[in-house]
C-alpha cells in the first residue's frame, strides 16, 4: 500500500516535460510545463531573496572611499590618495588625512567621545585598531650588467618570493622590524595593480587614541621603516554601522615599483556579516530555509530523469547547466559565513585593542556573492527552457541552435584576426597608451573601440603612421565586414527556421491550454457555452456544408484553439479535402448531438437529487 502512494506521488510532485511523452497526450504534457513553470517561478523568487544586496552597501562603500580616497593632503596640497606619488606623499598622507579620517573623538561642539572609541562620521565605530604592513625585497636581488657594475651599487628587483626580504632591520624590537610569516598574521596573498604579494610581511598596529597613533608612525617615519626595498604598504581597518547592519573591511594598497614612484589602489569590501538582527532578516531567513527546501526537491527530480533518460539526460544544455550544481556549495558557505562571524565577534569583543582580521570573513562574503550572482544569472537564463512551449520563443531557440556550427567557425576566423590586431596594437603602443599597456587591456580596449568607445587622438598622437592605419583597417574588417557576417548568419537561420515551423501542423500551446481552463470553468459556473453549443451555432449558420476556413475563423472568435479546431475537423472530413459534405455534416451533428444528451444527463441527476434531497 506505501509503495502504490509512493508511485502516485512522484508524478504528482516530480513530473515534469522530461517524465512524459509530448506525443501521447498534448494537454498532459503542457499541463506538466506549466505546473513546473510555476513551481520555478516560485523558486526564483526565493533565489532572488536568497542573493539579494541591500541599496545601502553602495552609500556605505560611497561614503567611506570618499573620506579617505578623496581628501587632500593639506588646503595647500590638493594630492589625494589616488594621486600619490612617492614615499613623503604616503607620509603625510598617513599622518594627515588617514588619521584625521580614523580617530573621531569629538563631536562638532568640541564634546569628547567615550574614551577609546571612534565613530568616524559619529556613526561607524572603528572595529578594534588599523595595521599598517609592508613586504620587502633584499638588495642585489637582480643581475646588474658587467659594464654598469661600477655605476650601480644596489638593485632591488620587481617582487617576487624568491625574491622578498624576511631579515630583521631597523631598531629590531618588535613586529614593525621583525617578519612575521602569513600563517601567523591569518592573512594570504593579494592580488595588486603591480604584482601579487604574499600575506607575511613586517606589520605595525596602530592605537586606539589618535595621539599614540601618531606617535608610533612619527617613530616609523623617524627611523625609515620604508626604503628602497620596499615594494608595498597595506593600510587595513574594519569598521561596523549598527544602524544598517553592514561591516565595511578597508584595504588601500600602495605599490612602490621597480621602476619608482607608488602606485595606488584600494578595495572597500561592504559586506553583512551579522544575519538575522529585524524582522526582515527573518523573513529573509525563512526565504532561505524554503530555497534549501527547493533545493532539495529539484534534487530529487534531477534523479528520477537521469534514472529515466540515462545518458541522454546530459545531451541537454539546460540540464548540464542546472542552477542545482552550484545551489548546494552556496548553502554550505553560507553556513560557513554565519558560524565564523559568530566566533570572530566573540574575540573582538574580548580584545579591543588588536586588530580584528576580518579580510578572511569579507573574502568568503564576496565568494560567496560572486557565486550568488552565477546563480541567479544561470536561473534567469534557465527561464528560456521553460517560455521555450511557445512558439516564438522555440523560433528562437531552434535558430540558435541550428546556426550554431556556422557561429562556432565564425568566431574562430573572428577572433584570430581580432588577436592579431591586439598583438598589433600592443607592440606599437603598449610602453606609451595605458589602454594598451598589457595585451589584456588591448583585447578590452578593441572591444570597446567596436562599441564607439575610443579615442583616436590619442592614438594618432603616439603613431602617426601607424596609428591611424591601425584604427581604419580594424573597423574597417572588425565593425564593417565580420561583425554583419555575423548577422547574416543569423538572419539567414532564422529566416529557413520560420519557414519550415510555418509547414508544421499547428499543436496545442500553453495559451491554448489555459483558455481551455478558463472557457471550462466558466461552462461550471454556467456564464459560457460548451464547445458543442458553439460548434452546433457554427454548423447552423453554415447550412448544407461547411469548409475549414469558415469554421476555423468562427471557432477562433469563440476563443477556441487552432489544434482544437483541427482535430475536430479531420475527425469528419474524411475525404480530406477541407470541407464538410452533407453526410459528414449530418454525421458530425448527430454526434454532437449524443454528446449534449451525455453532457446534459449528469446535471439532470444531479437536479433531481437536490431536489428530492
Known sequence: KKLTVLCFMIPVLWGTRLMEDSESSREVYLKNVLRETVTYIFFLITLLTYGMVSTNMYFYTKVMSQLFLDTPLSKGDPTTFKTLSTMEDFWKYTEGPFLNGMYWDVWYNNKSLPEN??????????LGVPRLRQVKVLNKSCPVHEDLKDEVYDCYSIYSPASEDKA??????????????????GESSYWGEVATYRGGGYYQDLARSREESARQLKELKDNLWLDRGTRAVFLDFSVYNGNVNLFCIVRMLVEFPATGGAVTSWQFQTVRLVRYVSSWDYFVGTCEVVFCLFVLYYMVEEVLEIRLHRLRYFKSLWNCLDVIKLSAPAIIMNIYRTSAVSNRLRYLLENHSTYPNFQPLAQVQVQFNHLAAVIVFLAWVKLFKFINFNKTMSQLSTTMSRCAKDLLGFAIMFFIVFLAYAQLAYLVFGNQLNDFSTFQACIFTQFRIILGDFDFSEIEETNRVLGPIYFTTFVFFMFMILLNMFLAIINDTY????????????????????????QKAMVKLRLRKTTVDDISDSLRQAGGKLNFDELRQDLRGKGHSDAEIEAIFAKYDLDGDQELSEHEHQQMKDDLEKERVTQFEPRRIRSIGNNDF
Open 117 to 126: 572609541q571612534s565613530l568616524i562620521y559619529y556613526e561607524n565605530l572603528l
Open 495 to 518: 529566416s529557413e527556421v520560420k519557414a519550415d515551423m510555418a509547414q508544421q501542423r499547428s499543436e496545442m500551446e500553453i495559451t491554448d491550454l489555459i483558455k481551455k481552463g478558463y
Open 168 to 185: 630583521p632591520f631597523g631598531l629590531k624590537n618588535n613586529t614593525a622590524w621583525v617578519y612575521s610569516e602569513e600563517n601567523i598574521l
